[in-house]
């Protein structure tokens, strides 16, 4: 089945300590996003990428990063977490994105637990 | 600017009752609107879609909603609830490239 990917699915990293989460999509999809959802609230658009195209949120911190290394993959960088980054973290893709259509629908992966110690 | 808003964080109905999760949104054009739930510690699985083709969109697990363009709502429902309904649903729209959610609303099932 074609699918969105995470791994790993619960990540556990110190405070100050790098740490990368890992997306991979079977489906062939030009853009893929990375969201943070804090408990009990909506997802948050951190930023995604349209092919090669890095478009970042405006209110994105600095301390994260992201790499696109070809179509397949996708990357989340944590350069330095701190104890507000514990959350858990989705990938999405979507075929296109600012058409209006179908191709816009975003497909989740299962999420990637972060707790910060 | 696009934008939607759920009415109650929380809804609990019980095991077979009507489930109903209101959902308005707010977009200056034809808006295309979405259902997602969110099972604990899962990603974000599409329930349905609003793409204009037709006012009353069938999802996936027996959930409909329908698009109300004079209340400018796309309300939830499921006529007969399951506690395997028992998640958090997002309605959301899409607009300025992006997915713009609503705060959630968590649905309890009472046996």
């Known amino acids: 089945d074609a699918m969105v990917i995470q791994n790993p699915r619960y990540q556990v990293t110190q405070f100050g300590k790098p740490v990368t989460l890992s997306c991979s999509q079977t489906?062939?999809?030009?853009?893929m996003y990375w969201y943070q959802q804090k408990s009990s609230q909506a997802p948050k658009l951190l930023f995604h990428?349209?092919?090669?195209?890095?478009?970042n949120e405006a209110d994105t911190p600095d301390n994260f990063q992201s790499r696109r290394p070809n179509t397949s993959f996708c990357f989340l960088d944590i350069r330095s977490p701190g104890l507000g980054d514990a959350a858990m973290y989705l990938c999405?893709?979507?075929?296109?994105?600012?058409?209006?259509?179908?191709?816009?629908?975003?497909?989740f992966g299962p999420g990637t637990r972060l707790t910060v110690l | 600017a696009q934008s939607v808003t759920q009415l109650g964080s929380h809804v609990s109905v019980s095991e077979g009752a009507l489930v109903l999760l209101r959902c308005n949104y707010s977009s200056s054009v034809p808006p295309y609107l979405f259902w997602y739930v969110q099972y604990p510690n899962q990603g974000l699985q599409l329930l349905l879609k609003?793409?204009?083709?037709?006012?009353l969109v069938k999802g996936i697990n027996g959930f409909e909603a329908e698009f109300k363009k004079s209340e400018t709502s796309f309300h939830l429902t499921k006529p007969s609830a399951h506690m395997s309904d028992a998640a958090e649903y997002f309605c959301?729209?899409?607009?300025?490239?992006?997915?713009?959610f609503g705060q959630g609303t968590r649905l309890t099932i009472n046996p």
């Open positions: 990428y349209y092919d090669k195209d890095f478009n």
């Open positions: 489906l062939n999809h030009n853009v």
């Open positions: 999405a893709t979507s075929r296109e994105t600012g058409t209006g259509g179908a191709a816009d629908t975003q497909y």
């Open positions: 609003y793409t204009s083709a037709a006012t």
């Open positions: 959301a729209v899409f607009g300025a490239q992006k997915l713009v």
